[in-house]
């Protein structure tokens, strides 16, 4: 029997947090968690590995977007990230513990565990040893399978058995946007061939890219749900809703 996840798509979900820069809400931030909070939405984040194999919570591979600094997240170790703040705010990079903390259990989080795609899981068994000490409705998911796999594999083990896993997908995995992934990477992932081995509970779909057969497939036949991102505009809004069971949001008030 599939897990009751109807907490993961009772309500929209704020990409990054419900970030405004014009109010000092940086993407990823604590202050845009809170936003979220307070909006009644649930949050999105991102986390990756930092040198010393901390995580923050933080997009970008590199720091020049976002921050003063500059050079990549990972060459960093986590107490510098935690120095920098975030452009335009008076927040600073989080690590993951932070950000937890901080959500405390207020909301659902959604969280992205960015990959180079190179085979490590370390980010993964990371995530798991976070969240197998957390009290709240977290998801976890990826665009790489292998991390996905990986807690499939060992979720109890982890002590993460709880927790709904997902993969984060789209219709194209063109080399021009995806110059890391090997010839079979892309085709794993084009044509949802991983299914085996990450067996997901839910599936986040890119919203440019709906309809499409693997969303449809899995939502109607294999009952699993289905969520959209990005939504940037009310018109998008509809075209998700026609094809999803809830939006991943940035940029307008759904």
Not at 99 to 128: C, H, M, W, Y
């Amino acid at each position: 029997m599939r897990p009751d996840l109807s907490w993961l798509t009772a309500r929209p979900i704020a990409h990054r947090g419900l970030h405004d820069a014009a109010k000092g809400a940086i993407e990823n931030s604590i202050s845009a968690a809170r936003a979220a909070i307070a909006a009644g939405f649930g949050v999105e984040c991102d986390v990756q590995l930092t040198a010393d194999s901390e995580l923050v919570v933080f997009h970008d591979e590199t720091l020049e977007r976002l921050t003063e600094g500059a050079g990549a997240v990972a060459a960093q170790r986590a107490d510098e990230l935690k120095r920098l703040r975030l452009r335009g705010s008076s927040d600073a990079i989080p690590t993951f513990s932070e950000f937890l903390a901080a959500v405390g259990g207020r909301t659902p989080i959604v969280v992205e565990i960015k990959s180079a795609f190179n085979g490590d899981t370390t980010a993964a068994q990371r995530v798991a040893l976070a969240l197998a000490r957390y009290d709240g409705a977290v998801a976890i998911e990826s665009f790489d399978p292998d991390q996905i796999a990986f807690l499939r594999a060992r979720a109890a083990a982890l002590g993460i058995a709880h927790r709904p896993l997902g993969i984060v997908g789209e219709a194209h995995y063109r080399e021009e946007d995806w110059p890391q992934l090997s010839a079979a990477q892309r085709a794993e992932l084009t044509h949802f061939l991983h299914y085996k081995r990450t067996l997901p509970d839910f599936l986040s779909w890119n919203v440019r890219d709906l309809p499409h057969a693997i969303p449809l497939l899995l939502r109607d036949a294999l009952r699993i749900p289905v969520t959209a991102w990005t939504v940037r505009s009310p018109e998008m809004a509809a075209r998700a809703r026609e094809w999803t069971d809830q939006i991943v949001f940035e940029g307008f008030a759904p």
